[in-house]
């Protein structure tokens, strides 16, 4: 029939089917447009928060680390500075005991059998130089006692050697004083032995002898004045 010929009530009924029709399509289109943006949303959501919670927990880390590393530095230092301050401590322990050593050559130099020390110091020193030629430096207090035994020391010299020595005591030349009796250098005895003009020296005062016996026993004497190793943990 035509539409004029229907009967308005069932016009009226169909546009408004239509009507229904379209506006549950609309709302369930809504609705799943909805739902997929609550799911997006929700994803990105939790990919934001992931990664957020990942930088967190490397920046944690890497502050975690740091500070482990500062504080591995410092102890590692103030370790280090206590084991310095103790190897410090002991070295000037060892100096004091070598300087109270050194205060006793005096003594050696006042007995009566320094004449016969001398002889055995330039002995020696001849030995060592091999020279038919010597030079003898002594302390302008051992002049006396050093020139007593001289000729003795050269004539045991040469009863051995291939080639005599000749040695005369340099009267231009002192060994400096004893300690308290001078400023700036000191010696606590014995003689120094030179041949060619200077150029061949052979150091045999007492404070040398003293040095390299030092140097010998340090370990000796260290191991008696400390026998407590460091055993600081690193």
């Not at 539409?3 to 369930?28: C, G, H, W, Y």
């Not at 700036?184 to 060619?196: D, H, K, N, P, S």
Request: hydrophobic share 35%; proline share 3%; aromatic share 2%.
């Amino acid at each position: 029939l035509p539409i004029s010929a229907m009967d308005e009530k069932q016009v009226s009924e169909q546009l408004t089917q239509m009507i229904n029709f379209i506006k549950v399509e609309a709302e369930e289109k809504a609705s799943e447009i909805l739902r997929k943006a609550d799911e997006e949303c929700s994803i990105e959501k939790s990919r934001i928060i992931r990664g957020k919670r990942q930088e967190i927990t490397k920046e944690y880390e890497k502050k975690t680390k740091a500070i482990e590393i500062e504080k591995k530095v410092k102890y590692a230092n103030s370790l280090n500075q206590t084991r310095l301050s103790i190897l410090e401590a002991r070295e000037n322990q060892l100096k004091l005991v070598i300087e109270e050593t050194k205060g006793k050559l005096q003594d050696i130099s006042k007995g009566d059998n320094y004449p016969e020390l001398l002889q055995k110091l330039l002995v020696q020193g001849f030995e060592r130089l091999r020279e038919t030629d010597v030079k003898v430096l002594c302390r302008a207090d051992d002049h006396d006692a050093c020139a007593s035994v001289l000729e003795a020391a050269i004539a045991q010299y040469n009863e051995k050697a291939e080639k005599p020595v000749t040695a005369v005591i340099d009267q231009k030349r002192r060994l400096p004083g004893a300690p308290g009796t001078t400023k700036g250098e000191t010696c606590c005895g014995g003689v120094i032995l030179t041949a060619r003009k200077g150029r061949i020296v052979c150091l045999n005062t007492l404070d040398e002898r003293l040095k390299l016996a030092v140097e010998g026993m340090k370990p000796e004497i260290r191991k008696n004045l400390f026998p407590t190793q460091i055993s600081l943990v690193g």
